[in-house]
């Protein structure tokens, strides 16, 4: 979560550097914060700001390994986690191309 400092930007806010979305930039190396994220949904893990981190709806949580906000789960839909939720997706969407005999 962002803090307040007299010596950031001209809101005054400041991110840590400690997020846990994955392809984070500025590991461990407090900069100026723009538009800081909420903690992650899921485990609470510190999301960053879009400056680290990228736009909300890009936030993947490295902590609990799916996306870190509700804005991430609208945009893209799901995570498929598990062999058996990866498997009934292509058999979804095998009997929706009407593929016959095909067996991933």
Same mark, same amino acid.
């Given at each position: 979560?962002? /803090?307040?400092? +007299? =010596?950031?930007? %001209? =809101? &005054? /806010?400041?991110?840590? &550097?400690? %997020?846990?979305?994955?392809? #984070? +930039?500025?590991? =461990?190396?407090?900069h100026p914060a723009y538009k800081p994220h909420p903690d992650c949904w899921h485990?609470?893990?510190?999301?960053?700001?879009v400056t680290c981190s990228?736009?909300?709806y890009e936030l993947l949580c490295m902590n609990c390994r799916d996306w870190g906000n509700r804005a991430a789960l609208e945009w893209h839909g799901r995570l498929m986690? *598990?062999? =058996?939720e990866r498997a009934e997706a292509v058999r979804f969407l095998? %009997?929706? /191309?009407?593929? +016959? &005999? #095909? *067996? +991933?």
């Open positions: 979560m962002a /803090l307040k400092n +007299r =010596d950031a930007g %001209s =809101d &005054g /806010l400041v991110c840590e &550097g400690k %997020s846990k979305a994955f392809g #984070a +930039r500025f590991k =461990d190396d407090p485990c609470h893990a510190p999301m960053g700001c990228g736009a909300i986690k *598990t062999a =058996d095998n %009997s929706c /191309l009407n593929i +016959r &005999g #095909a *067996t +991933r």
